[in-house]
């Protein structure tokens, strides 16, 4: 009986060796030749079988993933697959894609200066004949905050050609070092760097504490990342406190002191009381400073 449950451990253990060894399947491959092996797609795969025929003068070729998948499977060998539906192989060009692998790196250096780009990976979605050495690529809104996305640059007759791009990278960014509470200010006291695999995100990651005092706009647990979205510059007025008001016609300009019955940033309306309780509508203009609208 012991024999019979060390067998099955063996046999488990062996699997799951071969799943962490196993390659992980991509959504875009290149090719030179038609035929495609299975080297092509798991180097370590003991048997490099033909896995499928690029038909003639096909440059771009679509095949279901769970053929891949059951190719391998039928043939002895494990592939992982993270939620691709569709694999795409595309005709290697002889355009070389190196000027646009650096804009891809000078995009991500510009949004963080602290990034380090382990390697880039570009899939034309198409097969390139030619591109314009000084074509330049525009990126689609947020795509600082994925590792993954799309851009396009205008070929010579004016035409967009799209690129999928891919980077792996680690970034250093701001993580909170406790449980912060809603209006408390960033400090050294709160938060921490912290270098994490680049992936997606719903925000722009922070990566230094401003030189202007900023405070969180929600509660956020200990180590959690910091984004863009989660922080606030601090309100130039505070509700409760004392206020210079302007009053201004095309000849006077009289000033007196109210009180803020609201917060607020630059050029918001806000409500002020007077010292006869009396209430007005005013305009931020500076810090503890406002003018009666």
């Known amino acids: 009986m012991a024999v019979l449950h060390l067998v099955k451990y063996i046999f488990f253990l062996l699997m799951n060796i071969n799943v962490i060894n196993a390659a992980l399947l991509q959504s875009n491959y290149f090719f030179d030749s038609p035929t495609i092996m299975s080297h092509a797609l798991d180097p370590k795969c003991p048997k490099n079988f033909e896995l499928l025929r690029i038909p003639e003068g096909e440059s771009v070729f679509r095949v279901n993933a769970q053929v891949i998948l059951k ?31 650096k804009q891809v790196e000078r995009f991500f250096k510009a949004q963080y200066p602290t990034i380090q780009i382990e390697s880039i990976h570009i899939f034309p979605h198409g097969y390139i004949d030619s591109l314009n050495k000084t074509a330049k690529a525009i990126f689609e809104p947020n795509a600082s905050m994925k590792s993954k996305g799309v851009f396009y640059v205008q070929d010579s007759h004016g035409l967009r050609r799209y690129f999928d791009f891919s980077i792996e990278a ?124």
Request: neutral net charge; proline residues 3%; glycine residues 4%.
């Open 71 to 101: 190719s391998f499977e039928l043939e002895g060998c494990e592939i992982e697959n993270n939620t691709i539906h569709t694999v795409t192989f595309t005709k290697q060009s002889s355009t070389d894609l190196k000027e646009l692998e």
């Open 170 to 293: 680690t970034l250093s960014i701001l993580h909170t070092s406790k449980k912060v509470s809603r209006k408390e200010i960033l400090s050294l006291n709160n938060v921490l760097i912290k270098t994490i695999p680049f992936k997606s995100f719903q925000g722009k990651p922070i990566i230094s504490l401003n030189n202007e005092s900023q405070r969180f706009r929600a509660s956020l647990k200990e180590n959690t990342p910091i984004l863009d979205r989660n922080i606030e510059p601090l309100p130039l007025v505070f509700k409760d406190s004392k206020v210079s008001v302007v009053v201004r016609n095309e000849t006077v300009e009289v000033e007196f002191i109210a009180t803020a019955t609201q917060e607020g940033a630059l050029y918001d309306i806000i409500t002020i009381e007077k010292s006869d309780g009396k209430r007005g509508r005013a305009k931020i203009i500076g810090e503890n400073q406002v003018e009666l609208q």
